[in-house]
């Protein structure tokens, strides 16, 4: 964080001075109770409704306390606390953000999407990170309470900035938007989750199309020319640069002649009526469509792109996704455990189609959560791709994942299946089926410990 004066502070604030002193430099800020206090010089804002545990924020003092309390009880504070009192704490909140903000001219990227968002943000960091110093979000640690923090850790040394958006509900990436106040915006891709939080999939659309509101007004939105419900994104409004990125001849980054490498994908890239060609470590062509979004961003922040190129080939692939390993008795292990949701297991199917050819395929497919009340019709729709394919071996663990299983059936799969409710005893049965000629995909929920265990007891010491 960059440091802060805390007369500087109450100020800004337009705030009362309740006790302690002004006299010192704030290091960090957080939101009492939904971020933990560890550090010294740290400014919080605290809700009227908040418990306060005095002894803990006087022993990690100086500490600053902002809050909407009643002056009784801010008076309890204890000598190495200062307290200052606002009217509203809500209000005092969004200014300051909107204060810190705004005392950083850097490009601040933010992504969302159902899948490869975690993807684009690390390889553009990855692309920046060489020669310059970026603030990014942990990992797919993107939930709506982080942003705070994840914005105080921009200060007077950083360059740029890339975050992913977390959404659950409608309103998230509004609320994530006005705290980073993003440059440039991405939509990696649309395709369904989380329709517990948004109803149906036109209201996930709605809340993904929130990133084109929350960008600033001069600011860039890099967009997929091939999705279909990325099309549905209102645009009317949207005053700033659009760039498209994608396969389709209109996009202004184009990849031609995708191929299966080695570890990768190699392809043409088309951009400004010259053609390069280029790698992206990783299997899929939904790998090279990431990369195609972190190229147009870097390239947007001013980065050759041949530079860009030449680095975005030494990214190295995210752990857990579509992960390959040698397996047991010779067999490849393809572990996909990071998320899943329906685009993703598309995804993880078309690279089979390209590398399981002449192979035994086995498929084990958790649950998909989050579909809310149209979880059996994407279960039943995975079903029917799973049963087009020339498959060796189903496993479906879960009740919600039994659809699978049920549809594949009921469409004439020739694959052996198999339904369980839990991995227990899982590897046992698939020993038999273990060789040089078989492939395993495993694809479940981040949130199963139990299958990402089950992935690692397939993988070869």
């Known amino acids: 964080m960059q440091p802060l004066q805390v007369k500087d502070v109450c100020k800004l604030l337009q705030g009362e001075l309740v006790c302690g002193s002004e006299n010192w430099v704030i290091k960090d800020a957080i939101y009492y109770n939904r971020h933990?206090?560890?550090?010294?010089?740290?400014?919080?804002?605290?809700?009227?409704?908040?418990?306060?545990?005095?002894?803990?924020?006087?022993?990690?003092?100086?500490?600053?306390?902002?809050?909407?309390?009643?002056?009784?009880?801010?008076?309890?504070?204890?000598?190495?606390?200062?307290?200052?009192?606002?009217?509203?704490?809500?209000?005092?909140?969004?200014?300051?953000?909107?204060?810190?903000?705004?005392?950083?001219?850097?490009?601040?990227?933010?992504?969302?999407?159902?899948?490869?968002?975690?993807?684009?943000?690390?390889?553009?960091?990855?692309?920046?990170?060489?020669?310059?110093?970026?603030?990014?979000?942990?990992?797919?640690?993107n939930e709506p309470r982080r942003s705070f923090p994840y914005l105080m850790g921009i200060d007077d040394k950083t360059e740029a900035a890339v975050f992913e958006h977390g959404l659950g509900n409608t309103g998230n990436i509004k609320h994530q938007c006005m705290i980073y106040q993003p440059t440039i915006g991405i939509i990696t891709t649309i395709g369904v989750h989380h329709l517990d939080g948004c109803k149906n999939l036109k209201g996930y659309i709605c809340a993904k199309a929130e990133i084109v509101e929350g960008l600033k007004e001069d600011g860039t939105l890099i967009l997929n020319a091939d999705d279909v419900n990325t099309r549905k994104v209102p645009l009317d409004s949207f005053k700033g640069k659009i760039i498209y990125f994608g396969v389709d001849l209109r996009s202004d980054f184009r990849a031609s002649h995708i191929k299966f490498a080695n570890n990768g994908m190699d392809f043409l890239l088309h951009f400004n009526n010259t053609t390069y060609e280029a790698f992206i470590p990783g299997y899929g062509?939904?790998?090279?469509?990431?990369?195609?979004?972190?190229?147009?961003?870097?390239?947007?922040?001013?980065?050759?792109?041949?530079?860009?190129?030449?680095?975005?080939?030494?990214?190295?692939?995210?752990?857990?996704?579509?992960?390959?390993?040698?397996?047991?008795?010779?067999?490849?292990?393809?572990?996909?455990?990071?998320?899943?949701?329906?685009?993703?297991?598309?995804?993880?199917?078309?690279?089979?189609?390209?590398?399981?050819?002449?192979?035994?395929?086995?498929?084990?497919?958790?649950?998909?959560?989050?579909?809310?009340?149209?979880?059996?019709?994407?279960?039943?729709?995975?079903?029917?791709?799973?049963?087009?394919?020339?498959?060796?071996?189903?496993?479906?663990?879960?009740?919600k994942a039994e659809e699978i299983a049920r549809q594949a059936i009921r469409d004439g799969s020739e694959a052996t299946i198999h339904i369980v409710k839990e991995v227990k005893g899982l590897k046992e049965r698939l020993d038999p089926v273990l060789n040089r000629n078989a492939i395993v995909l495993i694809k479940g929920p981040m949130s199963s410990r139990a299958m990402i265990g089950f992935a690692n007891s397939l993988k070869a010491n």
């Open 285 to 399: 062509e939904h790998q090279v469509s990431n990369a195609l979004a972190a190229l147009a961003a870097v390239n947007e922040m001013g980065m050759d792109i041949k530079e860009a190129i030449s680095r975005l080939a030494t990214y190295k692939n995210m752990a857990r996704h579509l992960e390959f390993s040698n397996g047991i008795n010779g067999s490849t292990i393809i572990d996909d455990t990071w998320t899943n949701n329906p685009t993703s297991i598309k995804a993880a199917l078309k690279v089979l189609d390209s590398i399981g050819k002449d192979k035994n395929i086995i498929l084990v497919l958790g649950d998909i959560n989050r579909l809310g009340n149209f979880e059996k019709k994407y279960h039943c729709e995975i079903g029917s791709m799973v049963a087009k394919r020339n498959i060796h071996t189903l496993i479906t663990i879960g009740s």
């Open 36 to 141: 933990d206090l560890t550090k010294q010089h740290t400014l919080m804002f605290v809700s009227r409704i908040d418990t306060v545990n005095w002894s803990e924020v006087n022993s990690k003092g100086p500490s600053l306390v902002i809050s909407d309390k009643p002056s009784s009880e801010l008076k309890k504070a204890l000598s190495n606390t200062t307290v200052i009192k606002v009217e509203s704490l809500v209000q005092s909140y969004w200014k300051f953000i909107k204060y810190y903000r705004g005392l950083f001219t850097i490009p601040v990227v933010t992504i969302t999407g159902t899948c490869g968002k975690t993807t684009t943000k690390d390889m553009i960091n990855h692309m920046l990170s060489k020669d310059r110093n970026v603030q990014a979000s942990v990992s797919s640690k």
